[in-house]
């Protein structure tokens, strides 16, 4: 559930550049979130319950022709809530990603649009067969569909000897009714809102050979209606890649949620290896 909100952006994986035809970026990854209290979809607070998400994460690009690539994400998730000494567990797969990306440059400067999708799946409803209970099992995902716009621009940077990069994306994210996650259709409407992110990256290459990236970024989601429902934060991350051979490499990073409405502020890791051809 958490990696839909909280994903970590990478120098090998960012907008705006967008990938030529027939070149592809692959990530196999993993993420843990944990927080010392679980928010659940529609905004309940369990206080004095533990939350711990671990996701595996199958993420992919690929060029399709010139200045346009696809992108799809799918993600298997395994979370746990615990009180105590007692513990619910959920698992299963969760919010899967599709979506397209169109660059171009701007004279030198390189901009995109991505146009995405968030398609949920698993059904939230089954946790009703648990009565009142099933109110403590953490849910994979909020349910709905959702349908994002994108807008990115970066540039690069050189100082000297330093190479590196900064990137800016600001867009729309429209919540649907459609509830493909939660077949039980809740009786609550989400709110549409905006999402953003910045990065500043730097990419080291000693003896003029790459061998990896550092970066620094910030990223959430906002709306201008408080209804105590819709997931509303903010985080701050850190990565780094090591180019271990060709076009393989280790990425690790970290995140801490700031700042959080209808949300659990809390931190994350992750690791991953990722394949560029």
Do not use: C
């Not at 843990?32 to 992919?60: E, K, N």
């Not at 993600?75 to 698992?91: C, D, H, L």
């Amino acid at each position: 559930m958490l990696l839909y909100w909280l994903g970590l952006a990478t120098a090998a994986a960012g907008a705006p550049w967008v990938r030529a035809p027939g070149e592809s970026y692959t990530k196999l990854g993993w993420s843990w979130f944990t927080a010392d209290r679980f928010v659940a979809p529609g905004g309940a607070v369990l206080d004095d319950t533990r939350y711990d998400g671990h996701s595996a994460v199958l993420y992919a690009e690929l060029g399709l022709v010139p200045h346009v690539h696809g992108l799809v994400t799918l993600p298997a998730v395994g979370s746990r809530n615990t009180q105590g000494e007692v513990v619910w567990i959920n698992r299963g797969l969760g919010d899967a990603q599709v979506g397209l990306v169109l660059g171009d440059t701007l004279g030198a400067v390189p901009v995109s649009l991505t146009l995405r999708g968030r398609l949920p799946l698993y059904d939230n409803d089954r946790l009703r067969a648990f009565g009142a209970e099933g109110a403590r099992f953490p849910a994979l995902g909020d349910g709905p569909v959702d349908l994002d716009a994108v807008a990115a621009t970066g540039t690069g940077l050189a100082w000297g000897r330093f190479r590196g990069w900064t990137s800016a994306e600001l867009g729309w994210r429209h919540r649907t009714e459609w509830w493909l996650g939660d077949r039980g259709n809740p009786d609550r409407a989400l709110a549409d809102g905006l999402i953003w992110a910045a990065q500043v990256g730097w990419a080291p290459a000693p003896g003029g050979q790459e061998r990896g990236w550092l970066v620094l970024g910030a990223d959430g989601v906002t709306s201008t209606v408080d209804d105590r429902q819709t997931r509303r934060l903010a985080q701050l991350s850190a990565g780094l890649g090591l180019r271990l051979w060709r076009g393989l490499a280790l990425e690790l990073g970290a995140g801490q949620v700031v700042w959080a409405e209808a949300a659990a502020p809390g931190r994350s890791l992750q690791a991953g290896a990722s394949w560029t051809r």
